[in-house]
Structures are given as C-alpha cells and as structure tokens.
T-cell receptor
Framework: EAQVTQNPRYLITVTGKKLTVTCSQN?????MSWYRQDPGLGLRQIYY???????DKGDVPEGYKVSRKEKRNFPLILESPSPNQTSLYFC????????????FGAGSRLTVL | TQLLEQSPQFLSIQEGENLTVYCNSS?????LQWYRQEPGEGPVLLVT?????EVKKLKRLTFQFGDARKDSSLHITAAQPGDTGLYLC???????????FGSGTKLNVKP
C-alpha cells in the first residue's frame, strides 16, 4: 500500500531533550515536506526537500533540522525542544507531475513540557 | 497574515442544508487543492483545480477556481453527517516549490 509513515504518533517530552520524528514513504517521491498544524493557523511548512541531499527552509524552520540522505526518508529533528514546539506534525510527499498532489502521513502529536 | 484566507473558520449546520467555504488570496496560484482531514489522520486530497474558471464536481461537492486563479470555493449541497470534518484549501505557487494552506474550516453536520 502506497503510504507515508511517521513515528512516533504520540510523544510527550521535556524541554531540551533532543528528539527525532521519522518519516518514510514507499512511493519513490522526489519531494518531501514537514508541516506543523496549530489551531487557527492551518498547516505551516517547516522544511522541504526536492530530492536527496537537497533541503530548504519553509515558513517556520526555527528550532528544527532535517536531512535527506535517502529518497524514502526525511526525519525531523528537534535538537532542543521548547514548549512552543508543542504541535501536531505532518510529513508529506509528492511526485512531480502535471498536477502535484501531496500525500500525508497520519501525523505525530508532540507535547513538550 | 496567511497567504490564503479561508472562511468561515467554523460551520455547524443541520443535515440537508447547503454550505459554501471560501478561500481567497491576493496572489495567483498555479493550482488550488482542497483536502479533507478527519481527527487523528492526515489531510486527504478531494480535488485539484488548475485552470481559471474551472468547476469540478464530486458527488454533492462543487469546487470552483476563480477566473484570476486567486480564489476558490467549495460548495456542499444537502450536507450529511458524513461530511463532518476539517476542510483545507492549499494553493501551489509556480516556482516556489511549496503549498500555502488556509487555516481550515471545521464543519459539523448535525443529524
């Protein structure tokens, strides 16, 4: 089944404790992206990647890092999480075509105490 | 300020009523998409519109892209409880490699 898989789905952590949210897609998509979803703000892009070893900042990149060493994986790293990073995170991937369509993972709910 | 302004933010209606959700911007988009999101899941694509003035229908849902490709609307006819969910619009800007999302419309259809 074609899908985007995120882990963990739920995580409660404390300020300053480094964490990684993994994202993997099995559709051979070039484009991958991370979003955070907060009430009243919709989905805001954190980072995106056009292909392996090509990453760029989105609208809210502060406090986050990413890497794209393999086409299928695009982990999101929070080096020193803070409470304002408490949010619902989504990974998405896309195949470049005439009509670009994002396929989303099921989301990762992160709480930073 | 978001690039795509979506309204209304909340909508609670009775089964059988009609409704329209709007997505507006001052920017031109190469395409505009509508997604629906259920609790505990990621957004799922409903439709993509790419041509100014384009109208697409998906059963009781009608999607329209503005002539100038700056705005879009989603109209639901005779809403049903199964339509309950969060509806998101997203615009793609050519050359920017990114999608801009509206803040979402939370729809509740009461039986």
């Amino acid at each position: 089944e074609a899908q985007v898989t995120q882990n963990p789905r739920y995580l409660i952590t404390v300020t300053g404790k480094k964490l990684t949210v993994t994202c993997s897609q099995n559709m051979n998509h070039e484009y991958m992206s991370w979003y955070r979803q907060d009430p009243g703000l919709g989905l805001r892009q954190i980072y995106y990647s056009m292909n392996v070893e090509v990453t760029d900042k989105g609208d809210v990149p502060e406090g986050y890092k990413v890497s794209r060493k393999e086409k299928r994986n695009f982990p999101l790293i929070l080096e020193s999480p803070s409470p304002n990073q408490t949010s619902l995170y989504f990974c998405a991937s896309m195949l470049f075509s005439g009509a670009n369509v994002l396929t989303f993972g099921a989301g990762s709910r992160l709480t930073v105490l | 300020t978001q690039l795509l302004e979506q309204s209304p933010q909340f909508l609670s209606i009775q089964e059988g009523e009609n409704l329209t959700v709007y997505c507006n911007s001052s920017s031109v988009f190469s395409s505009l998409q509508w997604y629906r999101q259920e609790p505990g899941e990621g957004p799922v694509l409903l439709v993509t519109v790419v041509t100014g003035g384009e109208v697409k229908k998906l059963k009781r849902l009608t999607f329209q892209f503005g002539d100038a490709r700056k705005d879009s609307s989603l109209h639901i006819t005779a809403a049903q409880p199964g339509d309950t969910g969060l509806y998101l619009c997203a615009g793609e800007r050519a050359g920017f490699n990114k999608f801009y999302f509206g803040s979402g419309t939370k729809l509740n259809v009461k039986p």
